[in-house]
């Protein structure tokens, strides 16, 4: 069964034109929470098309839309469910809105706990996107919300670009990576660590599928390489990280 008869309802246009104005927030009733993705692809959907049909600026302007989870509910699967409609939805479309999930570090935020190294750079990742540019659409929960989030000038220094050639001195990166909560080893084979010995410092951010190696000289980033963790042994050049 089709669900885009929904699109021709009198009140899902009316959800449509309160989100075109920018509320503060809207809290929508009686929807069943399996349609919600199919909606919520829809909207994001049809606010796109309007902003191609008018050739304006974002129907949104700077603003995303925030969909509040119960926090019980999974976040991951959820978004995947739009992420599909969306799809769908967007064919023949030669934008498609982003989506993004703003995880909670724990599922209690009043429990002050460490917590884990995903838990964190799942978030970290999310803060990084919203420097460059923000989701149409962010998928959360209330633990998600309730912890802050940085402001734009703390977001810009917590994180750092490295490309070759660039000017870099092995006391300035140590310094930043034991500062962003990274692990010094003797050898790097996990998420979260770095080592260093003599001008190279090998690196493993959690949001790479391998570590990378820096070959620092005079203060400049000579060469960048991710590597093998198990045999240590250098696999592709890369011009940042």
């Given at each position: 069964m089709s669900l885009r008869f929904i699109r021709e309802l009198e009140e899902y246009r009316s959800v449509l034109q309160r989100i075109q104005e920018n509320p503060s927030g809207l809290h929508l009733d009686g929807i069943v929470d399996a349609v919600k993705p199919f909606i919520l692809a829809q909207i994001l959907h049809d606010l796109e098309k309007k902003t191609r049909e008018t050739g304006r600026e974002a129907s949104l302007g700077t603003r995303s839309i925030v969909f509040i989870r119960p926090s019980t509910s999974p976040l991951n699967s959820f978004t995947s469910q739009v992420r599909y409609f969306l799809g769908e939805l967007s064919k023949h479309s030669p934008v498609r809105p982003s989506v993004a999930v703003l995880p909670a570090l724990s599922d209690n935020p009043y429990l002050e706990i460490p917590h884990s190294l995903d838990a964190v750079s799942s978030r970290m990742l999310y803060f990084r996107r919203l420097l460059d540019l923000p989701p149409a659409l962010t998928v959360t929960n209330i633990p998600g919300i309730l912890k802050p989030i940085p402001n734009r000038e703390v977001l810009t220094e917590a994180?750092?670009?490295?490309?070759?050639?660039?000017?870099?001195?092995?006391?300035?990166?140590?310094?930043?990576?034991?500062?962003?909560?990274?692990?010094?080893?003797?050898?790097?084979?996990?998420?979260?660590?770095?080592?260093?010995?003599?001008?190279?410092?090998?690196?493993?951010?959690?949001?790479?599928?391998?570590?990378?190696?820096?070959?620092?000289?005079?203060?400049?980033?000579?060469?960048?390489?991710?590597?093998?963790?198990?045999?240590?042994?250098?696999?592709?050049?890369?011009?940042?990280?």
């Open positions: 994180f750092l670009r490295l490309d070759v050639d660039g000017s870099m001195d092995r006391s300035r990166l140590i310094s930043w990576l034991r500062m962003s909560g990274y692990t010094r080893e003797d050898l790097v084979n996990s998420h979260g660590e770095f080592a260093w010995r003599g001008g190279i410092v090998d690196v493993f951010s959690p949001w790479e599928d391998l570590p990378f190696r820096i070959e620092l000289g005079a203060d400049r980033i000579v060469s960048l390489r991710t590597f093998d963790p198990s045999s240590q042994r250098s696999l592709s050049r890369r011009n940042y990280v």
